[in-house]
C-alpha cells in the first residue's frame, strides 16, 4: 500500500515543471490535511459543550456559559477555514506549470487521504487487533462504566442491609434464654460448690 502511495506520488514529476514546484505542492497538500484536523478540533470543542455538558473538565474555557467557547472555537475556526482556502492558490514567487494540474492535484490528493482512513476503518478485521496490546480507552468509555460499576455497589449494599435487617427481627435474643434458665434455678443450690443443702429439722 505504503509502495502504490509513493509510485503515483512519484508520477506528479512528469506533470509539475520543477523539482522545487513538485516540493511545493506537497507542502501545500500537508498543510491543508493539518487544516482539516484543527477545523475538527475546533468544531468538536464547540460540539462537545453540549453532548458532554456535566464532564469533569481540568480546564474550561468561561466560568460558565459557553460564549466565551463559540469566541475561541469559532475565532480558530474561521481562521483555519481562510488558511485552508489560501492554500489551494498557487505561489506567484515559483512556477508551478498549469493551474488547473495543481488544483486537481491538491483536491484529488486532499480526498484521497480523508477518505483513506474511513475505507481502512470499514474494512477492518479482527485479526488486525494485537492481543498484547495494552489500549487505554477513551475517558468517554470509561465514564459509563465507572457509573454502572457503583450502580451495582450501590445496589449490592442496599440487598445485603435489607437482609441483615431481616434476620435481626426474626432472631431470638440470647439473653432473655440465658436469664430464664437461671431463674429456675433452685435457691438452696451453693454458688461456690454446686451441692445442695439439705434442711435440717428441728
Not at 51 to 66: A, D, E, Q, V
Not at 116 to 138: G, L, T
Not at 168 to 174: E, I, K, N, Q, V
Not at 193 to 198: A, D, F, V
Request: charged content about 10%; aromatic content about 10%.
Amino acid at each position: 500500500m505504503q509502495g502504490i502511495a509513493v509510485t503515483v506520488l512519484s508520477l506528479l514529476f512528469v506533470v509539475m515543471p520543477s523539482v522545487q514546484s513538485f516540493y511545493q505542492i506537497l507542502s501545500q497538500l500537508t498543510v491543508i490535511l493539518y487544516l482539516i484536523m484543527y477545523l475538527l478540533m475546533f468544531s468538536g470543542a464547540i460540539a462537545l459543550r453540549y453532548k458532554m455538558k456535566k464532564l469533569n473538565r481540568p480546564f474550561r474555557i468561561g466560568k460558565s456559559g459557553n460564549g466565551l467557547m463559540w469566541f475561541v472555537g469559532g475565532l480558530g475556526f474561521c481562521g483555519s477555514l481562510l488558511a485552508f482556502i489560501l492554500s489551494f492558490i498557487p505561489p506567484s514567487q515559483i512556477s508551478t506549470g498549469s493551474n488547473t494540474v495543481w488544483f486537481s492535484v491538491l483536491i484529488i490528493g486532499a480526498i484521497i487521504v480523508v477518505v483513506a482512513p474511513f475505507i481502512i476503518y470499514a474494512a477492518k478485521k479482527p485479526s488486525w487487533v494485537d492481543p498484547n496490546s495494552n489500549f487505554e480507552p477513551f475517558h468517554w468509555e470509561v465514564q459509563p462504566q465507572t457509573a454502572n460499576v457503583a450502580a451495582g455497589s450501590v445496589s449490592t449494599a442496599t440487598s445485603n442491609a435489607t437482609t441483615s435487617d431481616a434476620t435481626a427481627s426474626g432472631a431470638t435474643p440470647s439473653g432473655s434464654s440465658k436469664v430464664s434458665s437461671g431463674s429456675a434455678t433452685p435457691n438452696n443450690t451453693s454458688p461456690e460448690t454446686g451441692n445442695t443443702k439439705k434442711e435440717i429439722p428441728k
